[in-house]
């Protein structure tokens, strides 16, 4: 027996990688833009971090963790979310004192969720993390920020915005109260699911999908009349700078979220290309997380994308680019046993000419129509050959390989054609 993978951890193979790289790259350049900086911590955190930052009573915590003893005893648990690690990094190591902080980070997550297409047990997310700064200014550059990074990638048609505050937690408690006596005078008919929530996280109520659920939410009370003025404010604030922005977005009462840490502002990206896994990215305020887990008070807002969603997105939209898919831009090939070194030496000066440029030489035995065949799989543009008389007269055999004719050319005509790209 052949050993396999474990369900749900898909390995990213090399077809898939290119569109990783491209999103990633995107993503450095984009986020270094906005004056953000790195941020990594580890995979496996102590299980007590997430059952307290993201809550005990959520899903994640209670049903989706891959936690386990190490062999001192001690409860570690591989992180389902990387906002919490952040957190407890940024207070272990004074980054919160007397400064602010934009940070980002990429990694690896594990949720225990039932594997299917967009919904993995290992999945990976890019995010970022602003510390210490309560102006609703910050959740606006946030979501300004995603939206400039669907724009880049192709994919801003056919995601949308939705938006709400869920207001600070005295607003919060006095709601929770008066939805639990609406909600259990019409027990009954709730799900089971929404029934076993109703005294442990009865916010999460409103997320429900169940019919009879939702027609019963009907005549619940809203969030939105318990919101303090300040509360109120803020998402004024916020609204205000998204239209100004010509960031659109669609108000949903119903969204709260599946993490106990939010307060104020929470939002999600969402398209309808991926089926039921159509999150693409999420995120809010958590301006009481970093006291909750020992640190001094400190206001945060952040988010994190679905890396596998957004390349998912990106591959059913046909929006990422010939090039990230293909190995190379030039193929190198001896015609003759005896051009191979001369074929190595261009091939080096190519990459220290044009350090962007794809350079693959052939390796290994052939004619040359089958070095053409592999050089047209690659995917290259531009095909180099060398044979006798190119060897003697230091030239080339320049030839393109998607259409037009070949030319010889020396060596450095041959360099320069290749840096006008
Ligand atoms: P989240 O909504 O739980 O938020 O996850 C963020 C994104 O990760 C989701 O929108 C989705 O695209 C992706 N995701 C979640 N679970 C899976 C899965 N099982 N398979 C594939 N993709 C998945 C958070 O994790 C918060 N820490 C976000 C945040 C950062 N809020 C403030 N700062």
Not at 80 to 104: D, F, M, Y
Request: net charge negative; hydrophobic share 40%.
């Amino acid at each position: 027996m052949t050993i396999q993978s474990i369900r749900g951890m898909p390995d990213i193979l090399p077809e898939q990688a290119g569109a990783w790289l491209y999103l990633e790259k995107a993503v450095a350049r984009l986020f270094a833009s906005y004056g953000l900086t790195q941020i990594r911590t580890p995979i496996v955190e102590e299980t007590r971090l997430f059952a307290r930052a993201v809550g005990d009573v959520t899903d994640i915590v209670e049903k989706e963790m891959y936690s386990f003893e190490d062999r001192s005893g001690e409860s570690l648990t591989l992180r389902p979310e990387l906002t919490a690690g952040v957190v407890r990094a940024a207070i272990e190591h004074g980054l919160l004192h007397n400064q602010t902080q934009r940070l980002w980070y990429q990694g690896p997550a594990f949720r225990y969720e039932r594997p299917q297409k967009g919904r993995y047990r290992q999945f990976h997310q890019i995010g970022v993390e602003c510390f210490g700064f309560p102006d609703a200014a910050m959740d606006a550059e946030l979501i300004e920020l995603t939206d400039a990074l669907w724009s880049e990638l192709g994919i801003r048609e056919h995601v949308s915005l939705q938006l709400n505050t869920i207001g600070s937690p005295e607003a919060r408690a006095r709601y929770r109260e008066a939805l639990v006596t609406y909600l259990t005078a019409h027990f009954e008919l709730l799900d089971a699911d929404s029934q076993s929530r109703l005294q442990r996280n009865p916010l999460r109520i409103l997320d429900s999908k169940d019919q009879g659920t939702q027609e019963v939410l009907e005549g619940a009370p809203s969030l939105e009349s318990y919101l303090t003025d300040d509360d109120r404010a803020h998402f004024g604030r916020l609204t205000a700078h998204l239209d100004a922005a010509g960031v659109s977005y669609v108000l949903n009462p119903r969204l709260v979220r599946g993490l106990d840490y939010y307060g104020r502002t929470v939002f999600e990206w969402v398209t309808d290309e991926l089926g039921a896994q159509g999150t693409i990215c999420g995120g809010g305020r958590y301006d009481g997380l970093v006291a909750h887990l020992g640190g001094k008070p400190t206001p945060g807002v952040g988010f994190a994308l679905g890396v596998e969603r957004v390349v998912l997105l990106m591959q059913t939209l046909a929006v990422i680019p010939d090039t990230v898919t293909s190995q190379a831009d030039v193929y190198l090939m001896a015609q003759v046993p005896v051009a191979e070194s001369a074929i190595r030496s261009l091939a080096r000066k190519l990459r220290e000419a044009c350090p962007e440029l794809r350079v693959m030489t052939h390796i290994g035995e052939g004619s040359l129509k089958s070095q053409l065949k592999k050089a047209d799989k690659c995917g290259a543009r531009v095909g180099l050959i060398v044979g006798e008389s190119e060897l003697e007269n230091g030239t080339v055999v320049f030839k393109p390989l998607r259409g037009g004719d070949q030319e010889i050319l020396s060596q450095d005509d041959t360099l320069r054609r290749l840096q006008r790209g």
